[in-house]
């Protein structure tokens, strides 16, 4: 269960509640910016590891210290390509539930000091305390009514409105939530260079989150934006290259809740990436990855590696 330290103490606290936002860092990989142009039902499952830690951080309107978080987040994205066309772009629709198994660790310490006895002072501490909690349930759930793809040669682009419902299992009285509470907006550009004759391949997204009020909280995590991208150089059905994001937190927090201030967070993540595709030039391949993001200059959020495996595939 949560512990907290009012805002008395808070002047250098963690910006976005819970430390992050709402789209997932490092989701988007290669070929993200091509949408399959043969209609049908196609499946991404990624079973997705972050460890991270900070020195502060935001849970509930509170500040939590010396954080330490573990999670492993189970998510498959559905994505149906229709036979429509809007704007001269072929337009799909998809969904993306999760199950998480979340784990938070507190660790506050409390220094040598000192207590006056009379004429004397005795010494006293240093002492710590440990905190931690653990959920596995239902996570939060992205939507995303409208995807519209193009092409024209090698160059591939999408855009992508998501949304981002609070399905997940949420307590403003435990520590280990596996939802943020609240809603979001999330519109995706991606886009991606292939050339099939040299292997070489390019992608890159901007995501810019806009995420409503944590209604349990009166707490609002300010916009973020974050880009990705990816380059590979592909060997018949094996790719290898490197992958990278940055999460940039571009307005305050705000809301009667976010009595800590307006304190903007950001964190960059970079790593390689492999991947292979089983199954040739069927019309079902099977395409298995694997990716490794160190995360690094991290300020007001948590700092840590994710290790992300997928395979997709067309039914």
Not at 104 to 120: E, K, L, M, Q, S
Not at 184 to 208: H, N, Q
Not at 248 to 275: K, N, Y
């Amino acid at each position: 269960m949560a512990t907290a330290l009012l805002a008395t103490i808070a002047t250098n606290a963690h910006a976005a509640e819970f430390g992050t936002g709402p789209w997932v860092k490092g989701y988007s990989d290669i070929f993200s910016g091509i949408l399959p142009p043969v209609p049908g039902v196609y499946v991404r499952n990624d079973a997705y590891h972050y460890d991270g830690s900070a020195d502060r951080t935001v849970f509930d309107g509170l500040v939590q210290i010396g954080v330490e978080e573990k999670y492993l987040a189970d998510i498959m994205a559905v994505t149906y390509v229709t036979s429509a066309k809007i704007l001269g772009g072929t337009y799909a629709f998809a969904v993306a539930p999760s199950v998480v198994d979340m784990n938070v660790d507190v660790n506050v310490g409390i220094g040598r000091f000192t207590v006056p006895v009379g004429p004397v002072n005795i010494p006293v501490g240093p002492f710590s305390f440990n905190f931690s909690d653990s959920e596995v349930a239902l996570g939060d759930t992205a939507f995303a009514p409208l995807i519209l793809g193009w092409n024209a040669g090698n160059f591939y682009w999408n855009f992508t409105l998501f949304g981002f419902a609070p399905t997940g299992d949420y307590n403003i009285h435990q520590l280990a939530n596996t939802s943020q509470n609240h809603w979001a907006v999330m519109p995706r550009l991606a886009a991606t260079y292939f050339d099939p004759k040299t292997g070489w391949e390019a992608s890159g997204a901007a995501i810019y989150s806009v995420s409503w009020e944590n209604p349990a909280t009166n707490y609002e995590t300010g916009n973020i934006l974050n880009l990705e991208g990816a380059i590979t150089k592909n060997f018949g059905p094996l790719g290898v290259g490197g992958v990278a994001y940055a999460m940039i937190q571009t307005t305050p927090d705000s809301g009667a809740g976010a009595r800590l201030g307006s304190f903007e967070s950001q964190v960059f993540g970079i790593g390689p990436i492999v991947s292979l595709t089983l199954g040739g030039a069927t019309p079902t391949p099977l395409t298995l990855l694997v990716k490794w993001y160190h995360e690094f200059d991290a300020e007001n959020t948590f700092e840590g590696n994710t290790v992300d495996g997928a395979f997709s595939f067309k039914f």
